[in-house]
T-cell receptor, first 111, second 111 residues
Framework: NAGVTQTPKFQVLKTGQSMTLQCAQD?????MSWYRQDPGMGLRLIHY???????DQGEVPNGYNVSRSTTEDFPLRLLSAAPSQTSVYFC??????????FGAGTRLSVL | EDQVTQSPEALRLQEGESSSLNCSYT??????LFWYRQDPGKGPEFLFT???AGEEKEKERLKATLTKKESFLHITAPKPEDSATYLC????????????FGDGTTLTVKP
């Protein structure tokens, strides 16, 4: 049972480039989220989805897009990367009793 | 707006020296308060859920307690392998159940 899988693990971008962070879960969870974590800080919610075809904004959505075409996948797109988006990104799915299961993270640097 | 404040930011203990981590919160109707453990370079892992004031949960050397305004994570006779960052999060009854995380307490246990 793989749980939540994120790819890539590391990425370096130049300012203005775009990219997609991938997230897949095999637990058949409806609720999925994207967070960013900056040094010494907790997790801040970027976007979330309560099921296929349904997404909504979290606390810090600017500069990011999401879509949810299947239950399993929830990609996060950076439209035009900025140095302020340098961070560690975590995807999570939420199961029984509202427990969140996190991926290993994607470490992104924007130069 | 839901808020979570964790203290201290960092805690250094000798092996066997018991202590407590604090999580103060304000939330518009609490569905659950969650404790997660995060090891360096990894995603958070679930520890406990508390639902109502007076509730306690235990797991090995950890015990989590909850009041109407705060939660404590008590660590009894810690070992070096307990070194990690401990994150607290609240989930409200409303607002699509979006969780708010604290900034975490980084615990270091010296042998």
């Amino acid at each position: 049972n793989a749980g939540v899988t994120q790819t890539p693990k590391f990425q370096v971008l130049k300012t203005g480039q775009s990219m997609t962070l991938q997230c897949a879960q095999d637990m058949n969870h409806e609720y999925m989220s994207w967070y960013r974590q900056d040094p010494g800080m907790g997790l801040r919610l970027i976007h979330y989805s309560v099921g296929a075809g349904i997404t909504d904004q979290g606390e810090v959505p600017n500069g990011y897009n999401v879509s949810r075409s299947t239950t399993e996948d929830f990609p996060l797109r950076l439209l035009s990367a900025a140095p302020s988006q340098t961070s560690v990104y975590f995807c999570a799915s939420r199961g029984d009793k509202n427990i969140q299961y996190f991926g290993a993270g994607t470490r992104l640097s924007v130069l | 707006e839901d808020q979570v404040t964790q203290s201290p930011e960092a805690l250094r203990l000798q092996e066997g020296e018991s202590s407590s981590l604090n999580c103060s919160y304000t939330v518009s109707g609490l569905r659950g308060l969650f404790w997660y453990r995060q090891d360096p370079g990894k995603g958070p892992e679930f520890l406990f859920t508390l639902y109502s004031a007076g509730e306690e949960k235990e797991k090995e050397r950890l015990k989590a307690t909850l009041t109407k305004k705060e939660s404590f994570l008590h660590i009894t006779a810690p070992k070096p392998e307990d070194s990690a960052t401990y994150l607290c999060a609240v989930q409200p009854n409303t607002n699509a159940g979006k969780s708010t995380f604290g900034d975490g307490t980084t615990l270091t246990v010296k042998p």
